[in-house]
């Protein structure tokens, strides 16, 4: 098989291409990219693609990158395709953003490569990585400590329309296609140096596994990538079916029931965490350490009912009893707070975000003993007015509804699975000092509406405004 046919068994295999494709080739000047491009001109009439080559200058280089730019645009112009430059500052994005200038690097282009597709409204961006990158990658992330995720190495096919069809191709092979073809290529000096881990890998360690261990191990790991991603696929999708059943709410906040989520085999489990900082972070999980994951499974199973542990960008991860949340942001402070009550009438709590709306009425058959999660009826001919609305202190007592003793306020929010966080936002109706209302909760057995009680106070708390 000739090298362009192997090419296109890869574009085959994983759907690539679909006729009539608006391409946006990253074409840096070195020999993948111009192995690529070329490829694809030997494709266009097959697929009826319109090619655009894109070139980015990461701001590192000075002269050396812009003589690669204008090596590009001659290449671009001699094949009478649309070319497109543009300039960068990696160095101050990674300093900005608080990055390494290889992740730096990695942003910018897909940032540019974005830019471009909108432009010319493209349907894929096709990249010039091969085999050879696949194994030096699959090294790194050993070398790093990874997952199955990660040693499935770089995918063919990424989300969004982002193509590889050199991934199944050695650089030996390129290097042989492009000496046959006579193509012209530059060399980025920084791929000499060995300051970076992948060039080290590339220069040291690959040389000394192909010697001293497998003279094919570069096949192998492309291999076991292709392997690994089948496999990654199946538990991907099995996530997804858990996710569904199991994970509530919006990219703001997510919750899931814990018991449930604990039925499934740890593997699973990680998984569904995963996804749901993914749904956090749109999608951008580089800041996402497998201690980070690690720390929130031990929340699973930590014996403390209520546990809270903060995590990048701004996410938190809160364990209250059953349930699991995924946040943003830093958790509210709560201040106390204390209103006086205007009865009959409406009182505004600004710093709930709530109102209060009160009145008096005779007792009639019907009127309703008991309280739902926002109205209570109380025996106002028991009540010492004015009342007040004030958060929880420590030592706080009250005889809910139902009992004859009188119950700590904290071990009825334990009892009830209360949320740690949210108790001192949960306001009390006080008379006299008394608990009259643990609102939304329970109602204390010494106001409640009895057989003899004649005047009713009905306190209804509603979200403002």
Known sequence: MDFISKVKA????????QEGDRVIVGVSGGIDSVVLLNVLMALRDEYDLSLIVAHLDHGIRGEEARGEADFVRNVAQGLALSFETAVTNVPALARREHISLQEAARKARYDFYE??????????VAMGQTADDQAETILMRVIRGTGLRGLKGIPP?????YIRPLIEVSREEIERFADKE?????????NIKDIYLRNKVRHDLIPHLQGEYNPHIKVGLTRMASILSREDDYLDRKAEEVMA?????DGEELSLDIPRLKAFHEAICFRVLQKMLAIMLGGDL??????HLDGIFRLLTHRAPNKMLNLPQGIRAEKHYTELFIRKGRPPAVSPFEYIIDVPGITILEGL??????RIERVRKG???DIDSKVAYLDDDKLTHPLTLRSFKEGDRFIPLGMKGHKKLKDFFINTKTPKALRRRIPLLISRGTIVWVVGYRVNECFKLTEGSKRVLRAEYLDYP
Do not use: A, H
């Open 10 to 17: 890869t574009v085959e295999k994983y759907r690539m291409l």
């Open 115 to 124: 830019e471009m597709r909108e432009k010319y409204g493209g349907q894929k």
């Open 157 to 161: 096919v990424r989300s969004g329309g």
């Open 182 to 190: 006579g193509l012209s290529f530059v060399t980025d000096s920084s």
């Open 245 to 249: 059943g199991l994970v509530k709410g």
């Open 286 to 291: 580089r800041s996402i350490k497998t201690i």
């Open 353 to 358: 975000g709530k109102k209060l709306i009160t």
């Open 367 to 369: 009127t309703p003993k």
